[in-house]
C-alpha cells in the first residue's frame, strides 16, 4: 500500500497546478512526485536523457520496437510485446494525448516497454495522456526494483486516473524523483498507456533544490 503526502501549488509562470506527492511505502526509497495537469513539458533539469517525443531514432527503428531516441533505449520487455509508436486516435486502442501534435508511444492491454538509461538516474518525466488506472511505471536499479510500482490509480486528485482523452486533470506532465534507477518499466493492463516528451536526469543536489523553490518553495520528504 502506498501512503502520501501533497500539497497543491500554483506555480507563478503558468496557470497549472504543481501536487508534490511522496509515496512513503515499507521501502527505504521514497519517490516524489509532481504532476502538472495539462502540461505538455515539465521540468527536467540538466537532460541526460531525452527529450524523447518519437520523431527520429538516432539507432534501430520504431517498427522494429527497438529503438534509441537522445540516449534513451527502448525495447518491448518481452519481446513482441511491446509499446508502439503511433500517430493521432484509434477509437478502443489509443488516443492522442490531449492537446499533443505528433508521435507519441502507446501501450496496450498486457504490453509493456523497458527504457534503458547510460548511468544512473534520479528523475524521470513524461507527459501522461488519458492517465488510466491501470498504466503502471516501476523503476530499477542493476535489475532489482526500486520501490513500488506506481499506478495510474496511486495519483492523487486534482489528478484524475480517469482515461479522459480531453480533460487536463486526466493529461499531466508526471516527473518522479529522489530515487537512483537506470531501467523503467513502463505497462498497462488495459488499452492503452498513451505518452511523450520522456526526458531524464541525475542533477546535482543544489540544482533540484533549486527546481523546488522556483516551485514556490514546497518540497517533502519521507523519512
Same mark, same amino acid.
Given at each position: 500500500m502506498l501512503d502520501w503526502i501533497y500539497c497543491e501549488q500554483t506555480i507563478g509562470f503558468s496557470e497549472h497546478c504543481c501536487i508534490f506527492l511522496v509515496v512513503a511505502g515499507s521501502s527505504a526509497n521514497a519517490v516524489t512526485i509532481v504532476a502538472a495537469p495539462g502540461a505538455l513539458t515539465g521540468s527536467v533539469p540538466n537532460e541526460q536523457g531525452g527529450p524523447v517525443n518519437f520523431s527520429a531514432p538516432s539507432s534501430g527503428s520504431f517498427f522494429s520496437g527497438t529503438f534509441t531516441e537522445n540516449g534513451i533505449s527502448f525495447s518491448p520487455t518481452i519481446p513482441g510485446q511491446g509499446g508502439i509508436v503511433v500517430f493521432g486516435t484509434l477509437p478502443g486502442n489509443n488516443a492522442n494525448p490531449a492537446g499533443y501534435v505528433g508521435n507519441y508511444m502507446a501501450i496496450l492491454n498486457g504490453q509493456s516497454e523497458t527504457l534503458k538509461f547510460s548511468h544512473q538516474m534520479d528523475i524521470f518525466g513524461l507527459y501522461w495522456g488519458s492517465i488510466d488506472t491501470y498504466n503502471s511505471v516501476e523503476f530499477l536499479l542493476n535489475g +532489482?526494483? @526500486? %520501490? +513500488?510500482?506506481?499506478? %495510474? &490509480? #496511486?495519483l492523487k486528485s486534482p489528478i484524475e486516473a480517469t482515461g479522459n482523452q480531453l480533460g487536463a486533470n486526466s493529461n499531466a506532465y508526471v516527473? *518522479? &524523483?529522489?530515487?537512483? *534507477? #537506470?531501467? @523503467?518499466i513502463l505497462s498497462s493492463s488495459g488499452n492503452s498507456f498513451e505518452f511523450s516528451n520522456v526526458a531524464a536526469a541525475a542533477p546535482e543536489p543544489a540544482t533540484w533544490a533549486m527546481m523546488i523553490l522556483g516551485f514556490g518553495g514546497v518540497g517533502f520528504m519521507a523519512l
Open positions: +532489482a526494483q @526500486v %520501490g +513500488a510500482i506506481i499506478k %495510474g &490509480s #496511486d516527473t *518522479f &524523483s529522489n530515487l537512483l *534507477f #537506470d531501467e @523503467v
